[in-house]
């Protein structure tokens, strides 16, 4: 009885079972960004995109998934030799979407294993055309060249180059020993050159301080002469003044020829009594001579002074 009661029930789990088993089987859940290649008895049918699909059973089959996205692959260094046979280690970064799933399923076995080869060969053709110093200096051309080589040449696969990058370009020992020589050398160099131009913008500096004080220094001098000048000038000019005004003060008080010419005797008296060893008289004292003579007669005679009776 009690199997009888159960019997239906795990029959019916069985059932529910088998059917979320099938339906897990059938019905396929495509992610964001995806695509998945269906085969329908060995044979391409068709490419599923984002959403739910139906799977028949035994006779499609998921072929592929494939990714939408960018993919960055990043392959080790390729050994390349310049035109000037130097032997240099290059490693790249591709930056690849796939555009078409079918292509890309059935377009080459390998897809990644052929974009690295073809990267590779690339290279070197273009480094071979190249010296190692345009080699150094010139990724940007190197990479433009090979992405639109790449690009080109991985289209039929379904794969769009975006980008191209020169990661690393490391030449051998020997050379990266001398370019290290060259590089102190010119940051030796620039190092002298800053330090002349220092050395002569202080020399310009002080030099210009020195002239700035000789100006002010002759200024200064040229200032005090001047008022030196001026003050002699008005100690002259003063002299000046009071010689005039003696002279008007003379003429004022209305002297005759005789009191002028007493005074330039008194003059000439102070000149002998000097060191002076040569007098030059003139002529006009001559005349002042008997006059004074006559003066003297006059006085020292009191009988000529008296009135006779």
Known sequence: MFFDAVFPIIIAVIVLAVLILLIAYLVR????????????????????GTGIHILIPFIDRVANRVTLKEV???????PVITKDNVTMQIDTVVYFQITDPKMYTYGVVGPVTAIEN???????????ELELDQTLTSRDIINSKMRAILDEATDPWGIKVNRVEVKNILPPRDIQEAMEKQMRAERERRESILRAEGEKRSAILTAEGDKEAMVLRATAKKEAMIAEAEGQAQATERLYEAQAKGIQMIKDADTNKSFLTLKSLETYGKMADGKATKIVVPAQLQDLATLLTSAKEFLSDPSDAQPKE
């Open 29 to 48: 859940i495509v992610p964001q960004a995806n695509a998945y290649v269906i085969e329908r008895l060995g044979a391409y049918h068709s490419t599923w």
């Open 72 to 78: 960055v692959k990043d392959f080790a260094p390729q």
């Open 118 to 128: 073809l990267t590779a060969t690339t290279l070197r053709n273009i480094i071979g």
